[in-house]
Structures are given as C-alpha cells and as structure tokens.
C-alpha cells in the first residue's frame, strides 16, 4: 500500500499517539476546575499552548485552541467582518480558490450585505501582491489568503500581502492549514494578524486546531457557553487531543529541514516521471509549492475512474481536497486557474509523506501511466481527440 493523500489527512505520529494516550491516563481532569486533577489537566493545556505559541512566534495568549482549521477560519473571518461592520467597512478580499471554510463563511456574509472580491489566481496558482493592492478599498475590512493551496499546493507571497495590509490598516488573516508543520511559518515575519491551522495536516489528531489572532484585536464568539478559552469559544477543552497537537507540530518543526529536502527530491521525481504521460500537465508553479504536493491534469480521462483504478492498485490518493471528495463538479481550485472543465475532470493530487521512498514513487509513476493509458483506451473523449474531431488543450 502506497498512502499518497496526506494533504487531507496524515498518519497519527508515535509520540502524538503516545502523549494523547498519557494524557487521557494521567490528567484526566477537567481543567477548569480548582482541585488538584483539574490544575494538572490545566497544566498540560497550557504548556501545549506555549509550545504551540513559540512554534508560530506568538504569545501564548494569542492562542485559541479550536475544532480545526473550519472552526479557525470561521471565527477569524467573522471576527473581522464584525470590526469592520462597526467601522462602516464592509469590503472583504480574498482569493478565487479558496478552501471552502473560507469561501462558504464569505457568501454567508455577502447575504448580510459585505461586498466580496475574489481576486484570481493566474495560471501558475498564485496571487499577486499587486493584484491585492489594486482590490485594497477604504471600506476594505479584512483579506483572507491561504499560506498554501490544498489542492496545488502553491505557497502565496503571505508576508509581503501582510505588510501591504497593515500599511492600509487592513487585517489580514491566513488559512495556513496546509502550511504549518511543513514549512516555516512566523507570524511575525508573515505580517499576520490572524492564523488558522488544524492538527491531523502534521501528524496530529483530528479534531483540533487553533487560531492566532494577534493581541489587541476583539475575536467574535462562534460558541456561547462557559469561560474557556479566555471565554473566546466555550466548551471543556480536548487537553488530550490538544496536547497530542503540540507534540506532533514540535516533533515536525524540529524536523522540518531534513523532511522538507527530503520529500521535496521525491516530489521532483514524481513531477518529472509524470511529465512523461502524453497530453499531461502539472496545476500551479512547479517550484513555488509544499515540498509534499504534486498536482496534474491528464486529457481524455475522469478522476473517479482513476481514483477507484489506482486504489485497486493499493494506492490512496485524491482528485482535490477530501472535503469536496462527494462532488461531481470539477475543481473549483482548478477552475480558477484556467482549466477547462473537461481537463480538469481529469485531476490527480498525490501528496507525499516523509517516510516515501525512491521506489514508491517509482511505482506511482507506473501505475498512474498505466492506469491513464487503461482509461484512455476505451474513452471516446479519448478517440475523438486522436482522431482530430477535437483539439487537444493540453
């Protein structure tokens, strides 16, 4: 078996598995109680917030511990909608191809009367810092930008986008849900106000998040209830899972130079095997992506149909992100860099992780070639493009 999805979720890490378990033995305690087990739980909890604080370069204060990054992205968003609402600022900027926590909670607010700009991406899947500065308004409230696609992996210039808006005095936050845990990630060198991440994207549990929102900044309630959480989202705190999140996202920064030189040398060798396939492309810039990402387009085929035939072949991998998984429509990430739907029906995301090796990336190479040509051999989208009753696009 070849585990080639972990965009959308990776493997649980020894020592996340390991803490969680001594956690959920040991301080079991509700951490907003006074007696002894309950300050114990509270320990825990917040030692996972400073360790989690100084992995980001934040305040330990500025972290609110969440669900995941849908949770993280909501609060953040809806947070800035309503400072702005209170300012008369009712502009909102964000991107074409965002993930769907971000873009949903955005046509809620549209409903209650902002104006969105959803800016494009251009061919290689990355916004330009120019094109935000052309978008920037004076009722302008907030932009929202993901570190990195989850779908093509593209990292976007975050930190340049950030010192554009405080220059403004425009919030700015980051869905860095694919970000963090794989490559550097500062909220202070990346001008950042608010920052979304969730645990299982760096071998953590599923479940758990946080957000960043920087000191000084009034954050929205998603959920009314108790005093956790500074009173900022309510509800007894998961300290095992919390805990388990920490570990794992220390355990991958301490490691992330030799993983990320790693992977990235196996994602090169999978671009270039799969460059080999006729009538193939990869989607975004092939250098400015995660080290883990590789994303192509093959003419004449239909991504379920390689998706089943590759998982016959005990591979797992996807057409796009795993929350969308259950649609018939092509890629909206897709779509906004230019393919035309029929391309990009034909969409492969193979997201590597650190324990790859030169021989499963081999085999992946093979198997996708034959899987393709399989699929094409019976395709009449496949036989009228050979034939020359339609043009090839790719």
Same mark, same amino acid.
């Given at each position: 078996?070849?585990?080639?999805?972990?965009?959308?979720?990776?493997?649980?890490?020894?020592?996340?598995?390991?803490?969680?378990?001594?956690?959920? &033995?040991?301080?079991?305690?509700?951490?907003?109680?006074?007696?002894?087990? +309950?300050?114990?739980?509270?320990?825990?909890?917040?030692?996972?917030?400073?360790?989690?604080?100084?992995?980001? +370069?934040?305040?330990?204060?500025?972290?609110?511990?969440?669900?995941?990054?849908?949770?993280?992205?909501?609060?953040?968003?809806?947070?800035?909608?309503?400072?702005?609402?209170?300012?008369?600022?009712?502009?909102?900027?964000?991107?074409?191809?965002?993930?769907?926590?971000?873009?949903?909670?955005?046509?809620?607010?549209?409903?209650?009367?902002?104006?969105?700009?959803?800016?494009?991406?251009?061919?290689?899947?990355?916004?330009?810092?120019? #094109?935000?500065?052309?978008?920037?308004?004076?009722?302008?409230?907030?932009?929202?930008?993901?570190?990195?696609?989850?779908?093509?992996?593209?990292?976007?210039?975050?930190?340049?986008?950030?010192?554009?808006?405080?220059?403004?005095?425009?919030?700015?936050?980051?869905?860095?849900?694919?970000?963090?845990?794989?490559?550097?990630? &500062?909220?202070?060198?990346? &001008?950042?106000?608010?920052?979304?991440?969730?645990?299982?994207?760096?071998?953590?549990?599923?479940?758990?998040?946080?957000?960043?929102?920087?000191?000084?900044?009034?954050?929205?309630?998603?959920?009314?209830?108790?005093?956790?959480?500074?009173?900022?989202?309510?509800?007894?705190?998961?300290?095992?899972?919390?805990?388990?999140?920490?570990?794992?996202?220390?355990?991958?920064?301490?490691?992330?130079?030799?993983?990320?030189?790693?992977?990235?040398?196996?994602?090169?060798?999978?671009?270039?095997?799969?460059?080999?396939?006729?009538?193939?492309?990869? &989607?975004? #810039?092939?250098?400015?992506?995660?080290?883990?990402?590789?994303?192509?387009?093959?003419? +004449?085929?239909?991504?379920?149909?390689?998706?089943?035939?590759?998982?016959?072949?005990?591979?797992?991998?996807?057409? +796009?992100?795993?929350?969308?998984?259950?649609?018939?429509?092509?890629?909206?990430?897709?779509?906004?860099?230019?393919?035309?739907? #029929?391309?990009?029906?034909?969409?492969?995301?193979?997201?590597?992780?650190?324990?790859?090796?030169?021989?499963?990336? #081999?085999?992946?190479?093979?198997?996708?070639?034959?899987?393709?040509?399989?699929?094409?051999?019976?395709?009449?989208?496949?036989?009228?493009?050979?034939?020359?009753?339609?043009?090839?696009?790719?």
């Amino acid at each position: 078996m070849i585990y080639a999805d972990n965009a959308a979720t990776t493997k649980m890490s020894e020592l996340a598995i390991n803490t969680m378990v001594k956690v959920i &033995n040991e301080t079991f305690g509700n951490p907003s109680s006074l007696y002894t087990i +309950g300050q114990r739980a509270k320990e825990v909890l917040e030692k996972a917030r400073e360790d989690v604080a100084q992995v980001i +370069g934040a305040n330990p204060r500025e972290i609110i511990f969440t669900s995941g990054g849908s949770e993280a992205d909501n609060q953040a968003i809806i947070t800035a909608a309503n400072i702005g609402k209170k300012k008369g600022k009712k502009h909102i900027i964000s991107t074409a191809f965002e993930h769907h926590a971000v873009l949903h909670t955005l046509a809620k607010l549209e409903k209650e009367g902002f104006e969105i700009t959803l800016l494009d991406v251009h061919e290689n899947g990355i916004v330009t810092v120019e #094109d935000v500065k052309n978008a920037l308004r004076e009722d302008t409230a907030l932009v929202t930008i993901m570190y990195a696609n989850n779908e093509i992996g593209t990292i976007q210039p975050i930190s340049e986008i950030g010192k554009l808006c405080h220059e403004k005095g425009v919030l700015f936050h980051t869905d860095a849900v694919q970000a963090v845990g794989h490559i550097p990630v &500062n909220v202070i060198d990346d &001008n950042v106000d608010m920052l979304s991440a969730s645990s299982h994207k760096f071998h953590g549990p599923k479940g758990v998040g946080f957000l960043y929102v920087k000191k000084g900044i009034p954050i929205s309630n998603l959920i009314e209830g108790g005093a956790q959480e500074r009173g900022k989202r309510a509800g007894t705190e998961n300290v095992p899972g919390i805990a388990a999140m920490a570990a794992a996202l220390k355990e991958a920064v301490s490691k992330l130079d030799e993983t990320s030189a790693s992977v990235k040398a196996r994602r090169n060798r999978l671009i270039e095997g799969l460059k080999q396939i006729p009538h193939s492309a990869i &989607n975004g #810039d092939e250098e400015n992506r995660l080290p883990s990402n590789v994303n192509f387009c093959f003419e +004449g085929i239909e991504g379920e149909s390689l998706l089943l035939l590759l998982d016959d072949k005990g591979i797992s991998a996807s057409s +796009g992100s795993a929350c969308t998984s259950g649609s018939l429509d092509p890629s909206h990430v897709l779509l906004a860099i230019g393919r035309v739907h #029929d391309v990009a029906h034909g969409s492969l995301r193979l997201s590597l992780g650190e324990d790859i090796t030169d021989e499963q990336v #081999d085999e992946l190479i093979k198997s996708v070639k034959e899987v393709v040509e399989y699929l094409r051999s019976f395709s009449p989208i496949w036989r009228d493009l050979v034939a020359g009753k339609k043009e090839f696009i790719l």
